[in-house]
C-alpha cells in the first residue's frame, strides 16, 4: 500500500513554492539594479543637460532632451579639474607600481623558511593587520621626514598593505617548489627566481592586488586632506569632495572658462563625479576573470 501525499487546502505545490521564490528574488535583483543604476543614469544625464533643463528639473535630470558636452569642456578646459586628473594619474600609477614591487619582495621573502628574519618579520606584518597607528603620530612621522606638501607622503605611508602580502605570499607559497628547486640547482639567485619563475606564474594575484591598490591611490582623499596644503597639488577626490561633497562653486578662474560659456554648477558636479568613477570602472572589467583565481588560490591552501 503506497502514501500519496495530500495537500491541504490553500497549500501551494513544491513547484508553485519555486515559482513564487523566483519571482521574489527577480524583483528584489530588479529593485537592486534600479537602486544602483538609476543614479548612475541621472549623473550622466545631468552632466549632458543644457542649463534650461538643469533648472526646470530642479537640479536632477533623469534624460537630457538635448545633450551637449559643455560641462566637460570646462572642466577638462585646463583649470583644477584637468590638473587635478593628472595628479591623481600620477599617483595611482606610480603608487600602484611602487607598492606591487614592494609587496612581492617581501611576500617572496616571506614565502622562504630560510629567509632572514622570517618568523619576526612575519609577525611584524601580522601585528599590523590588528594594530594601526593613528592620526597624530602618522603626521608627526610624515613631519618628521620632511614629506608633508609632498607627493610622497600619499604614497610611502600606505605603499605596503599587509593582507595583500599575507594574500601574495600564500600565493607564492602554493607554487611547485620543485620548479624553485630546479632553478637554485641550475645556479638562479633569489631575484632571478622571482623575476623570471615567480612573476610570470603568478599575473592573476599581481592584478588583483594591483587593482586593490589602484583603487585605493585613486579614491584616497583624507591623506592628501591631511599632508598636502597647497591646493594646486591636490588630487581628483579632494578636488571632488571640495567643490561637490561641499557644494563649493567653480568659477571662472578654477575652470579658465569664460563666464559666458559656464555650465551650470549641478551639470559641473555631476561630469567631475562622473570622471572620478569611470577609470575603475572600465579597469574592473578587463581583471574580473583574475579574481577567483588570484584571490582564492592565494588565501586557500589544500
Not at 40 to 65: C, K
Amino acid at each position: 500500500m503506497t502514501y500519496t501525499p495530500v495537500h491541504s487546502r490553500g497549500s501551494l505545490s513544491p513547484r508553485a513554492l519555486g515559482r513564487l521564490a523566483g519571482l521574489v528574488k527577480a524583483v528584489v535583483f530588479t529593485l537592486v539594479c534600479a537602486v544602483v543604476i538609476v543614479p548612475f543614469i541621472g549623473m550622466i544625464s545631468t552632466s549632458l543637460a543644457s542649463r534650461e533643463q538643469v533648472t526646470n528639473a530642479g537640479g536632477y535630470v533623469l534624460w537630457p532632451d538635448n545633450p551637449t558636452f559643455d560641462a566637460y569642456t570646462a572642466i577638462f578646459s585646463g583649470g583644477v579639474v584637468t590638473r587635478a586628473l593628472a595628479v591623481s594619474v600620477g599617483v595611482t600609477v606610480t603608487g600602484t607600481l611602487l607598492s606591487l614591487m614592494c609587496t612581492a619582495l617581501l611576500a617572496y621573502s616571506l614565502s622562504r623558511p630560510g629567509s632572514f628574519a622570517h618568523k619576526p618579520l612575519l609577525m611584524v606584518v601580522l601585528f599590523s593587520l590588528l594594530f594601526t597607528p593613528g592620526i597624530i603620530p602618522s603626521y608627526l612621522l610624515v613631519k618628521n621626514l620632511g614629506m608633508v606638501d609632498s607627493y610622497w607622503s600619499i604614497i610611502l605611508p600606505t605603499a605596503i598593505n599587509a593582507f595583500n602580502v599575507i594574500v601574495m605570499r600564500a600565493f607564492f607559497m602554493d607554487l611547485p617548489q620543485e620548479l624553485l628547486e630546479s632553478a637554485r640547482i641550475d645556479g638562479a639567485s633569489d631575484l632571478t627566481v622571482l623575476h623570471r619563475i615567480i612573476l610570470p606564474l603568478s599575473r592573476a594575484v599581481l592584478a588583483v592586488i594591483g587593482l586593490f591598490y589602484a583603487v585605493s591611490y585613486w579614491n584616497a582623499f583624507f591623506a592628501p586632506l591631511l599632508y598636502l596644503n597647497d591646493s594646486s597639488k591636490w588630487p581628483l577626490q579632494l578636488v571632488l569632495r571640495t567643490y561637490v561633497v561641499n557644494n563649493t562653486e567653480l568659477g571662472v578662474e578654477q575652470l579658465n572658462a569664460s563666464a559666458e560659456a559656464l555650465p551650470p554648477q549641478q551639470s559641473i558636479q555631476m561630469a567631475i563625479l562622473l570622471v572620478s568613477v569611470i577609470p575603475i570602472l572600465l579597469v574592473y572589467p578587463f581583471l574580473q576573470r583574475h579574481f577567483t583565481k588570484g584571490m582564492l588560490t592565494g588565501a586557500v591552501k589544500g
